[in-house]
Structure formats: structure tokens, C-alpha cells
């Protein structure tokens, strides 16, 4: 099973920016699907964006497009997430996801995904 952790979040002002780191370990090296659900108190769990570490493919949620950057480091095993102009609305617990299996155009289409490896979750909070 494929280990996952995220680090970074915190709380911000609407307006303000957040960058969240994710690693994966735990395979053979290889290039695979990363990306970040959200869940808020109440609601249901959101895939928020995906990347594919070998050739950079992403894919976002329309809640999140033009705000949300998710970028992979130069190991293909590291991805962050540039969150700006967050809103209250982003609030919520974020976490890093992966997926050994996924070829590229499954992780950039937006499919139904259900990862293969989870991180702990780390926490968004955006006050007005």
C-alpha cells in the first residue's frame, strides 16, 4: 500500500494563500496519480485536483479552477497544492492521495478515483 503525508495548512484570511506539501512512499518508482480530496463538517468528500508525475497532467475541480495550482517537485513522488484567493468555502480538511495503478489520461480525466493510498489530513481553515 502506497504511504502518504501532507504537511502545511493553517488558518488564513479570505483572500490569503495556503501551499500544501504531499509525499508518497512506499512503490517502485515510477510515475503515478497524486492529488487532494477536501471534506468540510457535513458534507461530502471533494477530489479538489489530480496530477500525473510523469508527464505533469492535471486535472481541477471547477470549485477550484483558476485558484488551486497543484505542481509535482523534481522527485515524481512530491506534489503541492497552491491555494490562492481562498474562500471560507475551502474550508475544510484536506487530504493527499495516490494511486500506483491510474494511467495518465484516467488521473487527468477526472474519472470516479478511489485511491489506493491516503495521507492523515491536514486542516484549511479560511475566516471572513
Known amino acids: 500500500q502506497v504511504h502518504v503525508v501532507e504537511s502545511g495548512g493553517g488558518s488564513v484570511q479570505a483572500g490569503g494563500s495556503l501551499t ?5 512512499s512506499g512503490y517502485t518508482y515510477r510515475s503515478i496519480c497524486m492529488g487532494w480530496f477536501r471534506q468540510a463538517p457535513g458534507k461530502e468528500r471533494e477530489g479538489v485536483a489530480r496530477i500525473y508525475t510523469g508527464g505533469g497532467s492535471t486535472y481541477y475541480a471547477d470549485s477550484v479552477k483558476g485558484r488551486f495550482t497543484i505542481s509535482r517537485g523534481n522527485a515524481k513522488n512530491t506534489v503541492y497544492l497552491q491555494m490562492n484567493s481562498l474562500k471560507p468555502e475551502d474550508t475544510a480538511m484536506y ?3 495516490a494511486d500506483v ?7 487527468s480525466g477526472g474519472y470516479p478515483w478511489l485511491p489506493n493510498g491516503w495521507g492523515q489530513g491536514t486542516q484549511v481553515t479560511v475566516s471572513s
Open 20 to 24: 500544501l506539501s504531499c509525499a508518497a
Open 95 to 97: 487530504y493527499c492521495a
Open 101 to 107: 495503478s491510474l494511467t495518465d489520461g484516467y488521473c
